[in-house]
T-cell receptor, first 116, second 115 residues
Framework: GAGVSQSPSNKVTEKGKDVELRCDPISGHTALYWYRQSLGQGLEFLIY????????KSGLPSDRFSAERTGGSVSTLTIQRTQQEDSAVYLCASSTVVLRPTDTQYFGPGTRLTVL | AQSVTQLDSHVSVSEGTPVLLRCNYS??????LFWYVQHPNKGLQLLLK??????LVKGINGFEAEFKKSETSFHLTKPSAHMSDAAEYFCVVSDQDFGNEKLTFGTGTRLTIIP
């Protein structure tokens, strides 16, 4: 079946502009995760959703970052007033259940964000 | 708090020789441990996972890892490297604290295969 998809695959924006990143999880997966990968920093957990609610937002780097999920499916990560340090690859993952850490997370291809 | 340390940022091996990618972890609870691989311009792919069953875990593409609690290690190995193994590898620890599942990633090890 179809895997996790993300759009756009690449986004170049100017400093100060807002951007929206979209994630379509695997159908039926209740858990959805956002990570980002900055050069030399490894992967950083941002937020996860259980259904439409986000029990843990502690990974969001600042209040310029927000995320929502509607209908238990598509999620949007929004970055307001982008800064150059926001440049990274943003990865989305989904899994069947969020409360069992052994459930495999399936990753999308990522969105590469470049802030000029 | 949990953490992961990948001891080598870059490993180079010749094709056909063994691969060893080192990972040490710390966790307040009995951890679940994972290795992910990321090929250029691809998303992450799960190689293998340890979830308190057998300490020697076999994964895809001939990789395996051994959980050693006394050494707090979860090193990834492969007997014979192939050119297609060239990629970035991430060691990951998961806290088994139900209601607050969070994965912590290492900084990654870039594996280069020399023909």
């Amino acid at each position: 079946g179809a895997g996790v998809s993300q759009s756009p695959s690449n986004k170049v924006t100017e400093k100060g502009k807002d951007v929206e990143l979209r994630c379509d999880p695997i159908s039926g997966h209740t858990a959805l995760y956002w990570y980002r990968q900055s050069l030399g920093q490894g992967l950083e957990f941002l937020i996860y959703f259980q259904g439409n609610s986000a029990p843990d937002k502690s990974g969001l780097p600042s209040d310029r970052f927000s995320a929502e999920r509607t209908g238990g499916s598509v999620s949007t990560l929004t970055i307001q007033r982008t800064q150059q340090e926001d440049s990274a690859v943003y990865l989305c993952a989904s899994s069947t259940v969020v409360l069992r850490p052994t459930d495999t997370q399936y990753f999308g291809p990522g969105t590469r964000l470049t802030v000029l | 708090a949990q953490s992961v340390t990948q001891l080598d940022s870059h490993v180079s091996v010749s094709e056909g020789t063994p691969v060893l990618l080192r990972c040490n972890y710390s966790s307040s609870y009995s951890p679940s441990l994972f290795w992910y691989v990321q090929h250029p311009n691809k998303g992450l792919q799960l190689l293998l996972k340890y979830t308190s069953a057998a300490t020697l875990v076999k994964g895809i593409n001939g990789f395996e890892a051994e959980f050693k609690k006394s050494e707090t290690s979860f090193h990834l190995t492969k007997p014979s490297a192939h050119m297609s193994d060239a990629a970035e590898y991430f060691c990951v620890v998961s806290d088994q604290d139900f209601g607050n599942e969070k994965l912590t990633f290492g900084t990654g090890t870039r594996l280069t295969i020399i023909p």
